[in-house]
């Protein structure tokens, strides 16, 4: 029961930063995957709940880098951002967002997601 409402509370977080990481949803959904298996056989580890947020983040950006590393092919990978959730609604020039955000590093990339997805 905790792990379900944890997973719904957290998923599409983990989704939006992992898709900007990685600039391919399905390898974002690989990245999260590998990170819940990854924060549900730690947990216990974790003392502070309040620090799940900043813990979870570093895990699915581990994954993701770590998919990225694997990954032989990266110039065919674009970011999709959905503005289903309303983070992105209202951005006229979303075209040139992604574009811009292509152009950056993974590590630049994560820390803009980071800022303005995560706080």
Request: aromatic fraction near 6%; proline fraction near 1%; hydrophobic fraction near 40%.
């Amino acid at each position: 029961m905790a792990l379900t409402i944890l997973v719904q509370r957290w998923q599409t977080p983990l989704m939006k930063f992992a898709s900007i990481v990685c600039r391919n949803n399905d390898l974002a959904q690989e990245a999260v995957q590998d990170a819940w298996i990854a924060i549900i056989k730690g947990i216990k580890k974790l003392r502070d709940a309040a620090l799940f947020k900043h813990w979870a983040l570093r895990i699915v950006h581990r994954k993701s880098i770590d998919l990225l590393r694997k990954r032989t092919d990266n110039t065919d990978s674009e970011i999709e951002l959905e503005g289903s959730t309303g983070e992105t609604e209202g951005i006229e020039h979303k075209d040139e967002i992604e574009k811009i955000l292509l152009s950056l590093s993974e590590n630049h990339r994560s820390v803009l997601a980071l800022h303005y997805l995560h706080d």
